[in-house]
């Protein structure tokens, strides 16, 4: 029995989490639970899963939670410092870190300094802070396991492998909604256009990452700290019917593949279970697929996807402004904001106003997304005032 904490809960990688526990009870047990602002259904979730804690980011929703987990003698609390203060809990083992952005970044430190290993579905982790996470692992007894299907992929080729013979990781994407839209359209994409994934059922967020293909830059960051890879021996292709999750070269020029149905379980529970398999539902049929196609991303449309080798070769706080001027840029977009066009550019403004710093701790990181957030929401307000 595995006694775990989901971050996350009541998002796409949390609720597909619980759904793995909840088919495999005799194996894992929940102990604490979070959610953002989802209270209603965190509570639902509290209480079917009975942890021993609830917490939810927003605090100003904590009466509702705390009022209707009481009588059940579940801790509540609420709060970011509540979130991270938990992660020194001797209840569970193991942290499966399904929240959004930037707000995974402190409890996942946490709980590496609690020696707990760490399922990572939040891959702004490691955009952001990379270099810091790396060197914790080093003094922790925390292992990874990654969560994302690409990272996940890549995990399981590389099983049995020596590092030193890969020649390339190969990270796939599906090439988003637009992938064959002319680049004179774009600017006129809607967010429900946007939010129109062709293969994958995600939160608006990472779809909207996925439409603009920043969610590939984040991924080839995310798999240069995972594996120790070096930059330039990691690339992205695109491959639209998303059955190959990513691929693995070797100097023998060999390529291991993993295939799979688009469906967040299978990584989610070889994580869990580190590496041990556990039925699943669900099968690849190859018969239905008659041919699967490979294409070299097209950088002119999307240009976001330049920004993961910038940024490591960069290295510093770069990635971070990215990051944080990207969250602020999706929410401007999916609230009618900005255009879809505009959010490169504000990812680009934003990185120029920005203090850069070489060698940033967990303080400085802090500052720079702070600094950026304001850059970018100004530069927002900017635009929103000149479209008026």
Same mark, same amino acid.
């Given at each position: =029995?595995?006694?775990?904490?989901?971050?996350?809960?009541?998002?796409?990688?949390?609720?597909?989490?619980?759904?793995?526990?909840?088919?495999?009870?005799?194996?894992?047990?929940?102990?604490?639970?979070?959610?953002?602002?989802?209270?209603?259904?965190?509570?639902?979730? @509290?209480?079917?899963?009975?942890?021993?804690?609830?917490?939810?980011?927003?605090?100003?929703?904590?009466?509702?939670?705390?009022?209707?987990?009481?009588?059940?003698?579940?801790?509540?609390?609420?709060?970011?410092?509540?979130?991270?203060?938990? =992660?020194? #809990?001797?209840? /569970?083992?193991?942290?499966?870190? @399904?929240?959004?952005?930037?707000?995974?970044?402190?409890?996942?430190?946490?709980?590496? $300094?609690?020696? $707990?290993?760490?399922?990572?579905?939040? $891959?702004?982790?490691?955009?952001?802070?990379?270099?810091?996470?790396?060197?914790?692992?080093?003094?922790?007894?925390?292992?990874?396991?990654?969560?994302?299907?690409?990272?996940?992929?890549? !995990?399981?080729?590389?099983?049995?492998?020596?590092?030193?013979?890969?020649?390339?990781?190969?990270?796939?994407?599906?090439?988003?909604?637009?992938?064959?839209?002319?680049?004179?359209?774009? @600017?006129?994409?809607?967010?429900?256009?946007?939010?129109?994934?062709?293969?994958?059922?995600?939160?608006? $967020?990472?779809?909207?990452?996925?439409?603009?293909?920043?969610?590939?830059? /984040?991924?080839?960051?995310?798999?240069?700290?995972?594996?120790?890879? @070096?930059?330039?021996?990691?690339?992205?292709?695109?491959?639209?019917?998303?059955?190959?999750?990513?691929?693995?070269?070797?100097?023998?020029?060999?390529?291991?593949?993993?295939?799979?149905?688009?469906?967040?379980?299978?990584?989610?529970?070889?994580?869990?279970?580190?590496?041990?398999?556990?039925?699943?539902?669900?099968?690849?049929?190859?018969?239905?697929?008659?041919?699967?196609?490979?294409?070299?991303?097209?950088?002119?449309?999307?240009?976001?996807?330049?920004?993961?080798?910038?940024?490591?070769?960069?290295?510093?706080?770069?990635?971070?402004?990215?990051?944080?001027?990207?969250?602020?840029?999706?929410?401007?977009?999916?609230?009618?904001?900005?255009?879809?066009?505009?959010?490169?550019?504000?990812?680009? #403004?934003?990185?120029? #106003?920005?203090?850069?710093?070489?060698?940033?701790?967990?303080?400085?990181?802090?500052?720079?997304?702070?600094?950026?957030?304001?850059?970018?929401?100004?530069?927002?307000?900017? !635009?929103?005032?000149?479209?008026?």
């Amino acid at each position: =029995m595995k006694n775990i904490a989901v971050l996350g809960s009541t998002g796409s990688i949390g609720t597909q989490t619980l759904d793995i526990v909840r088919r495999h009870p005799e194996r894992f047990a929940v102990r604490l639970l979070s959610a953002g602002r989802r209270v209603d259904d965190l509570i639902v979730q @509290a209480r079917e899963f009975r942890p021993s804690m609830v917490i939810i980011a927003d605090e100003s929703l904590y009466p509702r939670l705390r009022d209707a987990l009481q009588p059940l003698g579940i801790e509540t609390a609420a709060g970011a410092s509540a979130l991270a203060d938990a =992660m020194d #809990r001797d209840d /569970f083992s193991m942290v499966v870190t @399904a929240t959004v952005g930037y707000s995974g970044l402190a409890p996942t430190i946490r709980a590496i $300094k609690a020696g $707990k290993d760490i399922a990572l579905a939040n $891959k702004e982790t490691l955009v952001v802070a990379g270099e810091l996470v790396t060197n914790l692992l080093k003094e922790s007894a925390s292992k990874v396991y990654p969560v994302d299907s690409e990272h996940s992929a890549i !995990y399981q080729c590389l099983r049995g492998e020596d590092i030193d013979a890969v020649e390339r990781l190969i990270i796939t994407a599906s090439g988003g909604p637009f992938r064959e839209l002319p680049a004179d359209r774009l @600017a006129d994409v809607t967010v429900s256009d946007a939010l129109r994934h062709p293969n994958w059922s995600m939160g608006a $967020k990472i779809t909207i990452d996925s439409a603009t293909m920043l969610n590939k830059a /984040f991924e080839i960051i995310e798999a240069h700290w995972l594996f120790g890879v @070096a930059p330039e021996r990691i690339a992205a292709m695109v491959h639209p019917q998303s059955i190959v999750h990513s691929m693995v070269e070797f100097v023998d020029g060999g390529v291991k593949a993993q295939l799979g149905v688009p469906d967040m379980r299978l990584p989610i529970s070889y994580a869990l279970g580190e590496t041990a398999r556990m039925y699943l539902p669900g099968r690849l049929t190859l018969e239905q697929y008659a041919s699967m196609t490979f294409e070299k991303p097209d950088t002119e449309r999307f240009p976001c996807l330049a920004l993961a080798h910038r940024c490591l070769e960069r290295g510093g706080n770069m990635a971070c402004v990215v990051n944080a001027a990207n969250e602020v840029a999706v929410a401007a977009f999916l609230a009618g904001k900005l255009k879809f066009v505009d959010i490169y550019p504000l990812l680009e #403004r934003t990185i120029g #106003r920005v203090e850069f710093i070489a060698a940033p701790d967990y303080g400085q990181l802090v500052a720079t997304n702070d600094e950026a957030r304001a850059v970018a929401s100004d530069f927002v307000e900017a !635009y929103v005032r000149g479209a008026k």
